[in-house]
């Protein structure tokens, strides 16, 4: 009974270090890069530790662009949320930096979602 709670113990401790690891590579980190990069606290795009992939734009009240520089659809997805974003009134600036990394983890986050996930909650976006 013991080897199995001193199991039980260690799968758990696994899953959550193996989950952490992987929200930090792939939501956490990125975000905080975005947001450097956005309120240009750090230029590190000449590095290559950050490649831009897409941004969006709102320019005024009635034009916002979607400009992107990869064909990749998660990341038509990652600006699609912040459009959804800008016309919910939640998209921050760098007055904000922790709404704009607000911004951008929900954006990296929803980038991976399965289509069906993430169309009932942002809508259709092609």
């Known amino acids: 009974m013991k080897l199995f709670n001193v199991l039980a113990v260690f799968l758990t401790l696994f899953y959550v270090f193996g989950f952490f690891l992987i929200a930090y590579n792939y939501a956490f980190y990125p975000s905080y890069l975005s947001y ?19 941004s969006f734009q709102a320019v005024n009240s009635t034009y916002q662009e979607i400009i992107l ?41 929803g980038m991976y979602l399965p289509d069906k996930i993430y169309q009932f909650i942002y809508g259709n976006f092609e």
Do not use: T, W
């Not at 450097?36 to 897409?54: L, R």
């Not at 007055?95 to 990296?108: G, H, K, Q, T, V």
């Open 69 to 109: 520089y990869s064909e990749d659809k998660a990341i038509l997805k990652h600006e699609y949320i912040h459009y959804i974003e800008y016309l919910s009134g939640r998209l921050g600036d760098c007055s904000m930096p922790f709404r704009i990394y607000e911004n951008e983890l929900e954006a990296y986050i």
């Open 36 to 54: 450097k990069v956005d309120c240009n606290i750090e230029n590190i795009n000449d590095n290559g530790e950050y490649i831009q992939a897409g």
